[in-house]
């Protein structure tokens, strides 16, 4: 059963970084698509960014191009989304998502394969 488990959400001031992180577990874990989405309250699901794990090749969303980086820990089977210059509307709930036919779903609202129960970033300014 394919689980996937966040972490590392919280509250910052506008400027801030977090780190989130997700680990996989259940299936097996190369050569599919992993990444982030984010839904903030009345809006949305927006993809933020995605990494191929069997080649490392990212996406990103404009809206987070040159703040946010996605990497992966192959070996723990964990990949981190590092947030740099916080702004009030990153404030979303974080979901890690799982993307077997590749990253478009993830950074768009195509069906996932699987996501995890979200972490909570909230940026105040």
């Known amino acids: 059963q394919v689980q996937l488990v966040e972490s590392g959400g919280g509250s910052v001031q506008a400027g801030g970084s977090l780190r989130l992180s997700c680990v996989a577990s259940?299936?097996?874990?190369?050569?599919?698509?992993m990444g982030w989405f984010r839904q903030a309250p009345g809006k949305e699901r927006e993809g933020v960014a995605a990494i191929y794990t069997g080649g490392g090749s990212t996406v990103y969303a404009d809206s987070v191009k040159g703040r946010f980086t996605i990497s992966q820990d192959n070996a723990k089977k964990t990949v981190y989304l590092q947030m740099n210059s916080l702004k009030p509307g990153d404030t979303a709930m974080y979901y890690c998502a799982l993307d077997r036919q590749g990253c478009l779903s993830i950074m768009s609202t195509g069906v996932l394969d699987a996501w995890g129960q979200g972490t909570l970033v909230t940026v105040s300014s």
């Open positions: 259940g299936y097996t874990y190369s050569s599919n698509c």
